[in-house]
């Protein structure tokens, strides 16, 4: 559950910046106009367009001339061939990509030049509530509680859990807090699931500004979509990449492996006081010792937040939401966002 969570966020963090782009490389060379393959990577058809003296998109071509330079040529509105093409203004895009979607990602790529405070939330991330990091061992005073005949706390907590995971229909937002391999992200997520099709939302600063970007995955109709409200784009996730990081039935999936894992040792349980409230913890051990997990609950037994330690690697999540309703109006792609599905395919 973890890892698949990492691969969503890290997905994200790969298409935002892709986004906040804009652009393809200039297209210098003519080898990537070119179909084909190379390297065992299939290069699909391009073509190249610049803007005209009258702002319009226009498709150019590659020439070269009698010494073997390579020069830009395109047809104006008057059906004359014009050859002064500022490189800096070329770009390629997919050969079945429509003029006038080339037209609005350049558009697109413009404002986001003049105004880029436009593509990100007004609002930053939440972070965590009950404790900014990993609770320090000050705040725990140990407690006996009542074990179960599998040597653990006598909880329920995967109970109450899989009760509404098996609905079908959830709502379940969390405040994620992960450091993997020295770098850190801090973002609120949510997953919305309605029968077979599910949302995942995510607020996040994946860029260098470190502002916040908006994004989603909407799985409907087993089809799935990355979406960037932000960025105003949204395309179509390749079924192999989808599949590997997606699944509607994730989290009783994860519950299960959970109840079967044998590799997690009960260490002991703890009171702590955490913003003036008590709080239960119980703290798990892989068998290796490398791993430690602390579940803490509130007085009504409901588990709030959970923290992963492995080495210097850390996940930490605080629930803030777990119900058995589904808002049916956010399944939809908004309106007005460009399909990048063809251009990021490249």
Known sequence: MIKKTLAILAAFSTV???????????????????????????VPETKLYTRDDAGNIVEIVTK???NGDVYYEYT??????????????????PADT???????????????????????????????????GIVPESKFVKTE????????????????????FEKQS???????????????IETPMSWIRSGNDMLIEVVAPFDETGKPIKGSIL??????YMIMPSMKVYYEMPEEMASEMFNPDMFNEALESADLADDNVYKASYNVTLNGKTYSCDVFESKDGKTTNKNYYDA??????????????VNIWEIVELSDKADASKFVIPSGLINMSAFIDM
């Open 76 to 93: 104006d509105a008057n059906g004359n061939n014009v050859t002064k093409v500022d490189k800096e203004n070329v770009v390629g895009m």
């Open 64 to 66: 070269t001339n009698e």
């Open 145 to 164: 509680v009542k074990l179960n005949d599998k040597g653990r706390p006598d909880r329920g907590d995967s109970e109450q859990y899989k009760d509404i």
């Open 98 to 132: 429509p003029i006038e979607d080339v037209d609005k990602i350049e558009d697109l790529y413009e404002e986001y030049l003049k105004n880029p405070d436009a593509f990100y939330e007004k609002e930053g991330t939440e972070g965590l509530k009950l404790y900014d």
């Open 16 to 42: 935002f910046a892709f986004a906040a782009c804009g652009k393809l490389e200039e297209a210098e060379t003519t080898k990537a106009t070119e179909p084909g393959s190379s390297d065992n990577v299939t």
């Open 300 to 313: 009504n037994g409901n588990v709030v937040r959970t923290e992963m330690i492995s080495g210097e690697d």
């Open 170 to 184: 959830f709502t379940f937002k969390v405040n994620v807090l992960s450091t993997v391999d020295g770098s850190t």
């Open 219 to 224: 799985y409907k109709g087993g089809k799935c």
